[in-house]
Each structure stands twice: as C-alpha cells, then as structure tokens.
C-alpha cells in the first residue's frame, strides 16, 4: 500500500432541499450513509449577492433569483443544527459563499473550509477575504479561462491556504464531451496543488474516470429524486447511484494503492497456472529411438509438464524411450 491520501468524496446537497430544513438534515443523513466524507451546502443571501432584476439560468427559471434564495434560506441556530447533525453522522460540513456577509456567516458557524463556487473565481474581494480566514480552500473552474483561474490560484498561494482545484464545467447537465479530464493533469502541473472534479453529468462514469486519473477529490449534486422541484435536482445523483458511486471510487483507490508485481503475481497463481496452461504431450504411441515431429507431438492440458512454449524446440529430438500415446512428456522421456 501507498501512502495517497484518502480521496474525499463530497455529495453537493446545494438547493436540492428546497429550504426545507427536514429535508436538509435527511440529505445529510443520505450522503453520509451512501459513503460521502463531506457535504456540501450554499450559503445564499438575497440582498447581499443578487439583484432583483438578475436573471435566471437557463436550466432554471420557475421563479425569479432574489426570492428564491429569500425563500429556500436557513437561519443560523438551522446553520448551526446542521453542522451539528453532519458531526453527529461523522462527515465534514462544507458551504459555499456568495458574498462577504456568507463568509461572515460561515466564519461565525465555525466552518474550517471553504468551497469557492464558479461563478465567484473573478470575485476577488471575496476571494481575498476567504484567503485571510487561513482554511482550506477547494477552488472550483467552471466557467474560468486559464487567465482568470491563474488570478484566483494566486490569491490563495500567497496565503498559503491549502488548495484544491476543481476541473468543473458549468453545463447542466454536461456532456461527456466537455467534461474536461484533459485538464486534471494539466491544473495539477500547472499550479502544483491537488486537483479534483466537481462532475455535472447524470451518471458515474467521468467520477470513476477522475478517480483512476488520480483526482484527490469529487463532488457530485445528490437528491432524493431527480424529479424534485429546484435548481439542483434534475442534474443530481439520486441515492443507489451516489452510493454505487462511492463504492467504486473506494474500489478504485484500492486498486490504485495496490501495486502488482507481475513475475509474484505469477507464482502465486502457480496452482491455476498447471490447470489453464498446456504441456507438450504424446499423440500416439512413440517407440523408442523415433524422432518427434508434429504427428507425435501436441499440447494439451494441464500444465507441470514441459510447457507448451518450448514445443517447438522439441522436434527433431529422439525418445529415449517407448513413450504412450496420451502422456505429458518429461525431459527423461528425452535424449538429450
């Protein structure tokens, strides 16, 4: 075994409760049983990111921005209870902020990370004061050119906050064209940090891919039902497809953690070796004196004799001996 970090899974609760705060704490409950390190939030606050007129995205529009996030908004004491609930059930509390005064918020929660979401990379007030607070930051790419990412990168590395950048693209859902895995590779050469995928596709399989790829993190949107009300449930991992997903990104690390030598591989597979492989055998019956050609020789299971590989170097020798048909063939069979 390694000694590579344990890659941390994050189920994105975002919107997907609708400003229920049941909802939100069973969510909670969900992510942690299907096998999520930590969960996900966002921290809206009308007044102080949005105004009345902003539009829509286009994936949402069933009502107007300003009073959506008016309407879906906890308050702090239901803050504070669902960081409590995530401790209880033993996975980290994450939240993204969209203006100082969620930052504020945040800090007063007691938050040790933050996650900066797409839209903010160019926000660079925000980003300067979330750099001050000294946490981990996990930096999301979404809809950044190399340019502004680069600008965003630097405001955390002069801070020496720990750093994650997360290859996203803000497509809803992605396609798997635009999924981006080129650049895992590439974020993590360019900025020397660790590097994560934050996958907007509907299934599992550009996770399983980042896993292999050596992500150290993967944040997927989750909910009870794609066909709840909202701006995050049609795009989201309901709860099998969440846990098969971290099921397999587990399986994953330990393959990647797991390094196989081929030739010890070989003999311990010694045993099944002799029954699958094949040994150079007597097709009829060879007198004594006779020279083997390819009427009296073949190869046939089990193994443990003279291996098939050396068939050929066989023909052409002489039987010491009267060998019958149907024998695996041993070097004293043989004259030298």
Same mark, same amino acid.
């Given at each position: 075994?390694?000694?590579?970090?344990?890659?941390?899974?994050? &189920?994105?609760?975002?919107?997907?409760?609708?400003? +229920?705060?049941?909802?939100?704490? *069973?969510?909670?409950?969900?992510?942690?049983?299907?096998?999520?390190?930590?969960?996900?939030?966002?921290?809206?606050?009308? %007044?102080?990111?949005?105004? *009345?007129?902003?539009?829509?995205?286009?994936?949402?529009?069933?009502?107007?921005?300003?009073?959506?996030?008016?309407?879906?908004?906890? +308050? &702090?004491?239901? /803050?504070?209870?669902?960081?409590?609930?995530?401790?209880?059930?033993?996975?980290?509390?994450?939240?993204? @902020?969209?203006?100082?005064?969620?930052?504020?918020?945040?800090?007063?929660?007691?938050?040790?990370?933050?996650?900066?979401?797409?839209?903010?990379?160019?926000?660079? @007030?925000?980003?300067?004061?979330?750099?001050?607070?000294?946490?981990?930051?996990?930096?999301?790419?979404?809809?950044?050119? /190399?340019?502004?990412?680069?600008?965003?990168?630097?405001?955390?590395?002069?801070? *020496?906050?720990?750093? #994650?950048?997360?290859?996203?693209?803000?497509?809803?859902?992605?396609?798997?064209?635009?999924?981006?895995?080129?650049?895992?590779? %590439?974020?993590?050469? =360019?900025?020397?940090? !660790?590097?994560?995928?934050?996958?907007? #596709?509907?299934? !599992?399989?550009?996770?399983?891919?980042?896993?292999?790829?050596?992500?150290?993190?993967?944040?997927?949107?989750? #909910?009870?039902?794609?066909?709840?009300?909202?701006?995050? $449930?049609?795009?989201?991992?309901?709860? +099998?497809?969440?846990?098969?997903?971290?099921?397999?990104?587990?399986?994953?690390?330990?393959?990647?953690?797991?390094?196989?030598?081929?030739?010890?591989?070989?003999?311990?597979?010694?045993?099944?070796?002799?029954?699958? !492989?094949? +040994?150079?055998?007597?097709?009829?019956?060879? $007198?004594?004196?006779?020279?083997?050609? =390819?009427?009296?020789?073949?190869?046939?299971?089990?193994?443990?004799?003279?291996?098939?590989?050396?068939?050929?170097?066989?023909?052409?020798?002489?039987? =010491?001996?009267?060998?019958?048909?149907?024998?695996?063939?041993?070097? !004293?069979?043989?004259? =030298?």
């Amino acid at each position: 075994m390694n000694n590579r970090a344990k890659l941390r899974m994050i &189920a994105e609760i975002g919107m997907s409760h609708d400003g +229920s705060f049941g909802n939100a704490s *069973r969510l909670i409950d969900m992510a942690a049983e299907c096998g999520a390190d930590l969960v996900k939030f966002q921290l809206h606050i009308s %007044e102080a990111e949005t105004l *009345r007129s902003a539009p829509p995205p286009p994936y949402f529009s069933s009502e107007p921005r300003y009073e959506y996030f008016e309407r879906t908004a906890f +308050s &702090a004491e239901q /803050w504070q209870k669902l960081k409590a609930r995530c401790a209880e059930k033993k996975v980290g509390f994450l939240c993204s @902020p969209f203006s100082a005064e969620a930052v504020e918020r945040l800090e007063r929660l007691g938050v040790s990370a933050y996650k900066i979401p797409s839209g903010e990379v160019t926000n660079h @007030p925000l980003l300067e004061l979330i750099a001050s607070t000294g946490k981990e930051v996990l930096l999301s790419s979404g809809m950044s050119s /190399w340019k502004e990412l680069d600008a965003a990168v630097e405001i955390f590395k002069k801070r *020496r906050n720990r750093l #994650t950048v997360f290859q996203c693209t803000s497509a809803y859902p992605c396609p798997y064209e635009e999924v981006g895995l080129n650049l895992l590779g %590439e974020m993590r050469k =360019r900025y020397e940090v !660790e590097v994560g995928l934050s996958d907007h #596709t509907l299934d !599992e399989f550009a996770s399983l891919a980042a896993a292999a790829l050596g992500a150290s993190a993967i944040e997927r949107h989750v #909910t009870f039902s794609r066909k709840m009300y909202g701006s995050d $449930p049609a795009h989201s991992l309901e709860p +099998s497809e969440f846990a098969r997903l971290c099921a397999g990104v587990r399986a994953i690390e330990t393959m990647l953690a797991s390094p196989v030598d081929k030739d010890r591989m070989a003999g311990k597979l010694a045993g099944m070796k002799r029954t699958f !492989e094949k +040994s150079v055998v007597s097709l009829a019956d060879i $007198p004594k004196g006779a020279i083997l050609t =390819r009427e009296l020789i073949g190869v046939k299971k089990p193994g443990g004799g003279i291996p098939a590989s050396r068939y050929g170097d066989l023909m052409g020798r002489r039987s =010491r001996k009267a060998i019958p048909a149907g024998k695996a063939l041993k070097e !004293e069979d043989l004259e =030298r």
